[in-house]
């Protein structure tokens, strides 16, 4: 019995580890204080929440303290998916993206402008009106989250707050075309 839930727990263990399932961990930015200037207040309540809470970085409130500036800005919107024989909207798509570039204080920049734009699908019926804008705020805060994830991850990117020319990491748009394959 013992023998059977070791090879268990290993096995498992193996699995994991062969996926590239991987625990978040610190991550290592290359500024140790960052102001963050123009977020909505939940998305820089969750950064600072994750910047701090992953790093030992903080989040400053004044430019003039920090070793890098993040301006961020957001958008939401919708858009049309499908419309029904009749021509109601059966469905629409939540758009929402974020915009975000890191400068040095002196304002050269870290990462080039860049946008994580997400989209979400959403049913819709007149007759469930109300329910629908709660759920449409429900997809907007959890794209939310995702994009600020995924920009702690682009932060971590970032090696030196004295790059050279080459070394500024580029801005990232959303279908930007891919470049083409090493030969």
Do not use: W
Not at 88 to 113: F, T
């Amino acid at each position: 019995m013992i023998r059977r839930s070791f090879l268990l727990v290993a096995s498992s263990a193996l699995m994991l580890s062969a996926c590239g399932f991987q625990l978040r961990g610190e991550q290592n930015y290359a500024f140790k204080r960052l102001a963050i200037v123009g977020a909505p207040p939940p998305v820089a309540a969750r950064l600072t929440r994750m910047i701090e809470g992953g790093s030992d970085s903080v989040v400053v409130d004044s430019t003039a303290n920090a070793d890098a500036v993040l301006r961020v800005g957001e958008s939401r919107g919708f858009s049309t998916l499908t419309l029904s024989s009749l021509g109601a909207v059966e469905e629409y798509q939540v758009n929402y993206s974020l915009n975000y570039a890191l400068m040095a204080p002196d304002g050269s920049p870290l990462i080039r402008p860049s946008t994580i734009a997400l989209n979400r699908a959403m049913t819709y019926s007149d007759q469930y009106s109300t329910a629908k804008v709660t759920e449409s705020d429900l997809l907007f805060a959890d794209m939310q989250n995702d994009a600020v994830d995924q920009l702690t991850r682009r932060l971590a990117v970032l090696k030196t707050l004295h790059p050279t020319a080459d070394q500024v990491v580029p801005g990232v748009a959303p279908r930007a075309p891919l470049p083409p394959p090493p030969l």
